[in-house]
């Protein structure tokens, strides 16, 4: 059983930072991309960043310059440092991470179960 548990939600002032951790845990192959998603009351959900098994890195233009994606491949774990936060930066972060379970399998997604980040003074 592959699970992804996101933490370092909460509550923060404009202008403050905040560090979403997500930990894979189970047993696969190999784990490739792993991206950060989130969605806010009323719309849908969006790509925010993406890094691959060997750190190549992209975000949405919104977050460009305020947000690093970064992972650590001993730890199966994947961060989102966010920075000079806005109110509109406000949703529920979800991680998620492409692995195979063996060599030659299929590609699987799966889904972290998210954390709310409220920034609001």
């Known amino acids: 059983q592959v699970q992804l548990v996101e933490s370092g939600g909460g509550l923060v002032q404009p202008g403050g930072s905040l560090r979403l951790s997500c930990a894979a845990s189970g047993r696969w192959f190999s784990l490739d991309v792993m991206r950060w998603y989130r969605q806010a009351p009323g719309k849908e959900r969006e790509l925010v960043a993406a890094?691959?098994?060997?750190?190549?890195?992209s975000y949405v233009d919104s977050v460009k310059g305020r947000v690093t994606i970064s992972r650590d491949n001993a730890k199966n774990t994947v961060y989102l440092q966010m920075n000079s936060l806005k109110p509109e930066d406000t949703a529920v972060y979800y991680c998620?991470?492409?692995?195979?379970?063996?060599?030659?399998?299929?590609?699987?997604?799966?889904w972290g179960q998210g954390t709310q980040v409220a920034v609001s003074s």
């Open positions: 998620n991470a492409d692995l195979r379970r063996q060599v030659g399998g299929v590609l699987e997604r799966y």
């Open positions: 890094i691959s098994r060997v750190g190549t890195t």
